[in-house]
């Protein structure tokens, strides 16, 4: 029997050459044919079809990727090409893009933001988490001040910020009409009712209240004047006098109260306050003013 030398194609039916040591069982002219013939074949697509739901089952790929993720080299070599492909200029473009595009949309934006704080609310109660982070936000802030380069540069945008007061107003009026919203503002209370539950938070909190305030007393003019012309009207408004002279007829009435207000040490520190503020002439001379008009006033209301 003699061995043929030519055959023909079962997928393209076209005849091709049997070199003298193929397979004598070949069908095929190429691999292509080969590859072709095959995927047209249901039973072959069954298996395929199978194939790919199994791996595209979620567990599946978490558990693969699991596996892939506890190996350090491949870790390793994955975050550097992550970073590199992060750091480039086009995926910086588009991530940009990306992120105005998303954020444009109302309802990703408050389920994002609704997602985000209950996240946040949930780790923060944790004190340990809330230590570890205040040590890195601490850390990453010496890093940063450390390099001249994000110290100059931060130091120009504080000034052109400041420098701007049309900027400066619309960025202030913005944020009051984001925290005035109901949502805003009930975020806000549970967000501070759980750091103010923290004793060592609310220590912290108050003291770094107070250094602030003590700074800007200090050395912000317009601060200090705005302090006490609040403090001014506030102690000068009818409600507050009605307030303070409800609560003195109350503590007045308490024998007790009187008992322990009028020792003889709080009579004599009392007398030395006293002397001290009247012995200042620009205090004498402030009291003495008021003392005239209010005389003259009651006088007024007389006639």
């Known amino acids: 029997m003699t061995r043929p030398t030519h055959k023909k194609c079962l997928n393209c039916r076209e005849w091709f050459w049997l070199k003298p040591r193929a397979n004598r069982r070949q069908r095929f002219c190429t691999r292509s044919c080969w590859a072709t013939y095959r995927n047209a074949q249901p039973k072959w697509k069954k298996v395929q079809s ?17 596996r892939v993720w506890r190996d350090p080299d491949r870790r390793a070599r994955l975050l550097d090409k992550l970073r590199a492909r992060a750091n480039t200029k086009e995926h910086l473009a588009w991530m940009v893009e990306h992120n105005k595009r998303i954020w444009a949309d109302p309802e990703f934006r408050q389920r994002h933001s609704k997602k985000s704080s209950q996240i946040f609310a949930a780790k923060w109660r944790d004190p340990a988490y809330r ?10 802030n010496k890093k940063r001040w450390a390099d001249p380069e994000y110290k100059k540069r931060t ?15 619309q960025q202030i009026a913005t944020s009051r009409e984001t925290m005035r919203k109901p949502e805003s503002l009930r975020r806000s209370s549970e967000q ?3 750091l103010w539950s923290d004793p060592e938070m609310r ?7 107070r250094r602030t305030a003590l700074r800007k007393w200090r050395f912000d ?12 009207a506030y102690a000068n408004s009818p409600e507050n006098r009605a307030r303070l002279a409800e609560l ?11 008992a322990k207000r009028w020792t003889l040490e709080r009579r004599i520190a009392f007398s030395e306050t006293s002397k001290k503020r009247w012995s200042d002439p620009k205090y004498r001379a402030r009291v003495s003013k008021k003392l005239r008009a209010t005389a003259k006033r009651k006088r007024k209301a007389k006639r």
Not at 131 to 140: D, H, I, Y
Not at 155 to 168: D, E, G, V, Y
Not at 203 to 208: E, I, Q, T, V
Not at 248 to 258: C, K, M, Q, S
Request: proline share 5%; net charge positive.
């Open 50 to 66: 199978q194939k790919a739901r199994t791996s595209a089952n979620p567990e599946v790929m978490r558990e693969r990727a699991q």
């Open 131 to 140: 230590e570890k982070m205040r040590t890195v936000v601490a850390e990453a």
């Open 155 to 169: 130091s120009r945008n504080i000034r052109i910020a400041l420098a701007a007061p049309l900027q400066k107003q």
């Open 192 to 194: 501070m009712k759980a």
């Open 203 to 209: 220590a912290r909190m108050r003291a770094n209240s």
């Open 221 to 232: 003019p317009s601060y200090r004047e705005k302090q006490l012309a609040k403090l001014a």
């Open 248 to 258: 003195n007829r109350v503590r007045n009435a308490d024998p007790e109260y009187l």
